[in-house]
């Protein structure tokens, strides 16, 4: 097996590209693709201030690696959800990955800064978990880049995250969602841009570029995903990918080429909806109090607080 750049020694095969390739030329793949896809969809200009969403997971930390590596201001932002052993452990890798590095970790822990957690606070709100926690990430994620000052929110999603996202949306015609698949979410309405580099590589790719360039990364999943729908699509792109390689970047690609814009956002951060600042936390909502300040007064009113950890705000942060 040779590298299909330098013939020397390959380390790993990439079967969507029909190649293989050494370490060396594995890793500026990576790099590459990354760069292709910012400069395809206009995802960053080079002197953007970045905030990386980091889970401690391989996708995030090879995400942040690649984007320093690419020359960009990119800081780190970590949320404590709250769940058991998977939240402490990959917290501490995402500490790790940045102490080793220098580079600058900001954490918001969901029960000791907002007074709940994510099993008791979706159980209180009688919300499904990943309902609740996208929702508490999607707008801790916006509120830290404000008060930061950051110009983009960069996220680890990969094209198998993508791929299998546009798969449920396509399999249930959810028409709003699917004008909304683009990499790159435009500032608009108070919220900021939000990016996708990764999504010219695979699940694959990503743990491949974290081994080589020895990233300690949390292998486990959360344990919360757990008979998520999300992943019996991943399931199925993926058998689909074993006999026909680069079907799912076909799949994702020749939507975004060919049918994307077809699907114009009806209402949500893009569309013509009323906003006005959330009258407790004061981030822009189409509603007297937003999605997040509602979840957290349901979660908080039943959650047993715990000695010396928790408090309750509502409020606005100082
Ligand atoms: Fe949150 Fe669900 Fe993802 Fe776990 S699997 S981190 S609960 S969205
Ligand atoms: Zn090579
Ligand atoms: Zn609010």
Redesign the pocket.
């Known amino acids: 097996m040779k590298c299909r750049v330098c013939r020397g020694p390959a380390v790993i095969d990439v079967r969507r590209h029909n190649a293989n390739f050494c370490q060396d030329h594995f890793l500026r793949l990576c790099r590459d693709q990354t760069e292709k896809a910012i400069g395809q969809f206009e995802m960053l200009q080079p002197d953007d201030r970045v905030l990386v969403a980091v889970s401690g997971g391989k996708d995030s930390l090879a995400l942040w690696d690649i984007l320093i590596a690419l020359g960009y201001e990119a800081d780190g932002f970590y949320i404590g ?1 709250g ?1 058991g052993d998977y939240s402490d452990e990959s917290h501490g890798y995402a500490q790790r990955f940045a102490q080793q590095r220098g580079l600058t970790l900001l954490v918001d822990d969901l029960l000791r800064d907002h007074g709940f957690d ?1 099993p008791h606070g979706s159980r209180a709100a009688k919300r499904a ?2 309902s609740a ?2 929702l508490s ?1 999607r707008h801790l994620f916006d509120d830290a880049a404000r008060r930061g000052g950051y110009d983009a929110i960069v996220t680890g999603h990969n094209l198998d995250d993508e791929a299998a996202v546009l798969m449920g949306n396509v399999l249930h015609w959810q028409t709003d969602y699917l004008g909304r698949q683009s990499p790159h979410l435009p500032a608009a309405n108070g919220f900021p841009k939000k990016v996708k580099p990764l999504v010219r590589l695979s699940e694959r790719d990503t743990a491949a570029y974290c081994l080589l360039r020895g990233i300690d990364y949390l292998v486990d999943e ?1 344990p ?2 757990a008979g ?1 729908k999300h992943l019996s699509y991943k399931a199925a792109l993926n058998d689909i990918e074993v006999d026909s390689p680069g079907a799912k970047h076909a799949f994702y690609f020749g939507f975004l080429d060919r049918a994307a814009d077809r699907f114009v956002p009806a209402t949500g951060e893009t569309g013509d909806v009323i906003i006005s600042p959330c009258t407790r936390c004061g981030a822009p909502c189409s509603n007297e109090v937003c999605a997040f300040c509602s979840l957290t007064e349901r979660a908080t009113a039943s959650v047993p607080i715990e000695m010396g950890r928790t408090r309750r705000r509502t409020g606005a942060r100082a």
């Open positions: 959800l769940i994510v978990p990943c926690c996208g990430k959360c919360m995903a998520n």
